[in-house]
């Protein structure tokens, strides 16, 4: 109880932005159902347009979903509304349930490699959007009230609105994040800290691989202790507390680090958890998410 507490207080956070965010309209997404190349610049453009980041494992998602659905179903003639799935140790079953459930007629799209949801700083799920006919950020909150309803109303009404920050991070602070990786060679491994007690109910499958593999690093870096090591921990819902937290329940040996504004998630491509890659100068050279015989993850890890 007291976890979950946390998760929407982090969720709630009004952090400042970032100026000088990447562009996002001609990011490559993909329809759910066809698997369709689409991007926001293929919308209506004399409509605004309402983006909402959803998980099926997203607890405070599925609670959304009923208003969500209700929104579209009274201003799908006047905005642009979608469904932007994070594809984040998703599965197509468990999007096609949530689909059945809610009976939800707006568009769903597929965030594939996270660049969307990079571009628009998401750092936590659910994250809604608005986006004027300008193509301007004007609005974003995690929370599903009666103030986004009225910002949704002022769009749906012709109002373009001011233009507000997001916390996407500038080109240069993405080079910044990626230089450390960009020469020499790495272990990177990729988890976050809440997946193996946030998940327990909803993806229990992938809270015991989590929990089962964050057990044993310690083991698998003894083994590898030559190596150059990193633990990267997913950004969304994640604080440095809960990173300090989280090394200390199991221990770790290794150094971690918060993934900032997901740069190492989306640059190396990590759409499941846990996940441990061999990087060579900016490279993947090794991708392991089958942690079960530890004597193959050393032989995929050598060089």
């Not at 159902?33 to 610049?41: E, Q």
């Not at 997946?195 to 044993?216: F, H, I, N, T």
């Not at 900016?282 to 050393?298: K, P, Y």
Request: charged content about 20%.
């Amino acid at each position: 109880m007291f976890k979950y507490g946390w998760l929407v207080l982090i969720l709630c956070l009004n952090l400042p932005a970032h100026a000088g965010e990447a562009r996002f309209d001609d990011i490559p997404l993909s329809e759910f159902t066809t698997g369709k190349a689409v991007s926001i610049a293929g919308l209506e453009d004399d409509k605004p347009t309402y983006l909402k980041f959803w998980a099926t494992w997203c607890k405070p998602c599925m609670e959304q979903m009923a208003h969500f659905e209700a929104l579209h179903q009274t201003y799908a003639d006047r905005m642009n509304i979608v469904a932007v799935n994070i594809n984040i140790n998703e599965q197509r079953p468990h999007i096609e349930g949530v689909i059945e459930q809610y009976d939800l007629s707006m568009p769903v799209w597929l965030d594939e490699k996270g660049q969307l949801a990079q571009a628009l700083g998401l750092v936590g799920t659910p994250y809604s959007v608005l986006i004027n006919t300008a193509g301007n950020v004007v609005y974003t909150t995690h929370e599903s009230d009666d103030r986004l309803d009225r910002f949704i109303s002022m769009l749906a009404q012709g109002q373009q609105l001011e233009s507000a920050g997001t916390e996407a991070l500038t080109e240069t602070q993405q080079q910044a994040l990626l230089e450390p990786w960009m020469k020499g060679e790495h272990l990177l491994f990729f988890t976050a800290t809440w997946c193996d007690w946030y998940l327990k109910d909803s993806r229990p499958e992938m809270s015991q691989a989590c929990a089962q593999v964050q057990s044993g690093l310690n083991d698998l870096h003894a083994r590898l202790d030559d190596k150059h090591w990193q633990g990267v921990v997913n950004h969304l819902w994640t604080d440095e507390q809960a990173l300090a937290d989280f090394t200390q329940l199991y221990d770790l040996e290794m150094p971690f680090q918060v993934d900032t504004g997901g740069a190492l998630f989306t640059a190396f491509q990590v759409r499941s958890i846990p996940t441990l890659i061999r990087v060579k100068d900016g490279e993947v050279q090794a991708r392991i998410t089958d942690f079960s015989n530890s004597d193959t993850v050393i032989e995929q890890l050598a060089y």
